[in-house]
């Protein structure tokens, strides 16, 4: 098999069919019901790694036939069988569940060694039913033209969408003393890694768990012979989300899914958390499915790590708030340039390959900026309704211009190349420096003073700590990656949903990165801010 860079092709396998009931929510049909039969999976194209993967998400209302009186049902039925959750006892159908270790009304264990006697607490009500779902939207548009409407139907029809509420269980499908846990993080640095990293050790010591390590640098850890394992425990992990980047250290690219699952047998490892991106997250999905064709007991739980919050279905991934607040003081200061030079102009440059997310918030947010530039909306850059000519009319009105763009705004303008980096996605040509030649160049021409100043303040927003949101966010995510796991769940994800935290599988979040709605509030916000044209 290829590198974990390549491209893999995951399916769906078919999934047991799951009953709906309508006014309490979805609930698990128990009973031998006939297998729901799942149309062949689209494949959408992305660069990165493990490119291909389900995209039904996106595609599934074009197979309904809306004439059919029963098809809101249908979809339900086919939701639930979508988002069901993969289990252990999907391949190994004997496997006992115990009562939980974890209960946070006794936390130290009564005898350390857990030698098969697991006390469990009748009085504490804090664990999850295994049928609690949370609602995926809770806008009802009455209209396909209200801003921002997201409709299954010409109509609008109203169809509750549901998906599984994470937690703890007070059944669990592992013994503490059992399982070798391992954490690895990859791609580039984002704020919050360590504060993951602390957390779920942490929780897997409060489940009972001794032996936890940590992958070093990332897949590459896996199969690097000079890399050793790094021993992890609340000694060790106590204070590092103090500090910004990772514990662990963190790499793009790695050896291939049968290499990484060869390597999780050879060293004894049953639950893996891979804090990453969707090309990080395509790659654990693969590991999954890898682990259940060898029929091997291993959980492979996600934690979305993505500063672009690039991850579909989620409020927000962690680091996004943090990158947000510190591209303040990248704005501020072009501001500062600008508004104290004659005719200044601040060109601020952050991250967003596919999505603008921080463009747009950081702008929105700051109050500052008279110009925000995003991949999902094109723009012209000359012309008469071009962003020179916008910044020509700044300039006579206001004195001074700050421009706030996203790293993947305008590539149509820059010289297309094939490169590609360690996990297989595109280089982008400079944008940022682009524009700042650019508009030099064309006010010299058009005999108009310019004082243009270019801000790029990437590698120090994604090396700070994380603040206090985003600390609470990593908190809780990585907390319910241990409970997903001891759960007996893999092949998933733990995210924030309509502000509660739920479990996705992994294919249902990583089909293509969430984009800007163009018709959204947000971005209508945002343009309210800025009050600027649409540059076409």
Not at 123 to 132: A, C, K, L, Q, R
Not at 248 to 274: K, Q
């Amino acid at each position: 098999m290829g590198s974990i860079s390549h491209v893999i092709t995951t399916t769906n396998p078919t999934l047991p069919h799951l009953t709906f009931t309508r006014s309490l929510g979805p609930r698990l049909s128990h009973s031998n019901c006939p297998l729901l039969s799942l149309p062949p999976t689209r494949v959408a194209k992305r660069a990165g790694v493990f490119a291909e993967v389900s995209s039904r998400s996106s595609t599934t209302s074009a197979a309904i036939d809306f004439s059919d009186p029963v098809w809101k049902i249908k979809f339900q039925e086919d939701w639930e069988a979508r988002f069901r959750l993969p289990h252990l006892t999907d391949v190994f159908p004997d496997a006992p569940p115990i009562p939980s270790t974890f209960c946070l009304k006794m936390r130290t264990p009564i005898n350390r060694d857990f030698p098969g006697q697991y006390s469990s607490d009748e009085e504490w009500h804090g664990y999850i039913n295994n049928n609690d779902r949370v609602l995926l939207k809770t806008i009802y548009y009455s209209s396909p033209t209200s801003a921002g409407a997201k409709c299954i139907d010409p109509d609008c029809t109203w169809v509750e969408q549901w998906v599984h509420r994470a937690g703890p269980r007070e059944k669990i499908y592992y013994k503490p003393e059992e399982v070798k846990a391992a954490i690895v993080t990859c791609g580039g640095l984002c704020p919050g890694l360590n504060d993951v990293i602390r957390q779920i050790v942490i929780t897997l010591e409060i489940y009972g768990v001794k032996n936890i390590v940590g992958i070093p640098f990332g897949y590459r850890g896996f199969s690097d012979k000079e890399l050793t394992e790094v021993p992890l425990s609340r000694k060790v992990v106590q204070n590092i989300h103090l500090s910004g980047g990772s514990l662990l250290g963190v790499s793009r690219g790695g050896p291939g899914v049968s290499d990484i699952v060869d390597s999780l047998e050879e060293r004894g490892i049953n639950v893996l958390f891979v804090l990453g991106g969707n090309g990080t997250h395509a790659g654990a999905n693969a590991i999954h499915n890898e682990c259940r064709k060898r029929q091997l007991k291993v959980s492979v739980i996600g934690v979305p790590k993505t500063i672009d919050n690039d991850i579909l279905l989620m409020d927000k991934t962690f680091g996004f708030d943090t990158a947000v607040e510190e591209a303040q003081r990248a704005i501020n200061s072009a501001y500062i340039e600008a508004h104290s030079a004659y005719h200044g102009i601040g060109i601020v440059k952050l991250m967003g390959r596919s999505s603008g997310f921080i463009a747009m918030h950081a702008s929105l947010s700051s109050g500052q900026v008279d110009i925000c530039l995003i991949p999902e909306v094109p723009f012209n850059f000359h012309g008469p309704h071009g962003v020179l000519s916008h910044l020509k009319y700044l300039l006579e009105t206001k004195g001074s211009a700050v421009v706030c763009l996203a790293e993947g705004a305008g590539q149509n303008l820059l010289q297309k190349t094939n490169a590609t980096d360690a996990s297989g996605n595109i280089v982008f040509g400079d944008i940022g420096v682009y524009i700042q030649q650019e508009t030099k160049k064309y006010f010299k021409e058009i005999g108009v003073h310019a004082d243009v100043k270019y801000i790029d303040p990437t590698y120090m927003i994604r090396a700070i700590r994380a603040n206090a949101s985003d600390g609470i966010l990593c908190t809780v995510l990585g907390q319910n990656a241990v409970h997903g796991a001891f759960a007996g769940y893999s092949g998933i994800t733990v995210g924030l949903c309509n502000t509660h935290y739920a479990y996705f599988p992994i294919p249902e979040v990583i089909s293509h990165p969430r984009l800007v709605d163009p018709n959204s509030r947000m971005w209508h916000r945002c343009l309210t801010s800025t009050g600027q044209p649409d540059f076409i």
